[in-house]
Nanobody, 120 residues
């Protein structure tokens, strides 16, 4: 089994910054793509950013130029640096990863989410 644990959410003023972290642990053989998604109240869960094991990134248009996704493969950890935050960035942010277990089973995993609130 693989677990994802997010950290780093909180309350920040518009224009501020936050850094989210997500660590994968458990019976891991390899972690493939990792990413961040977010879900605002009453809305669907949307892609924020993804990163491959090799470091190729993809961003939602709404966060390009403001958010940066990165990862530390040795620690099975993905980060999301969020700058110039706007009230519309307020949401629960979820970590996602495709991982291969030590039993060589490939599955998609989700964290429990961390709240990000942008408000003055």
């Amino acid at each position: 089994q693989v677990q994802l644990v997010e950290s780093g959410g909180g309350l920040v003023q518009p224009g501020g910054s936050l850094r989210l972290s997500c660590a994968a642990s458990g019976s891991i053989f390899r972690v493939n793509d990792m990413g961040w998604y977010r879900q605002a109240p009453g809305k669907e869960r949307d892609l924020v950013a993804t990163i491959t094991e090799g470091g190729s990134t993809n961003y939602a248009d709404s966060v390009k130029g403001r958010f940066t996704i990165s990862r530390d493969n040795a620690k099975n950890t993905v980060y999301l640096q969020m700058n110039s935050l706007k009230p519309e960035d307020t949401a629960v942010y979820y970590c996602n990863a495709e991982a291969i277990s030590t039993g060589r089973t490939t599955a998609n995993y989700w964290g429990r989410g961390t709240q990000v609130t942008v408000s003055s």
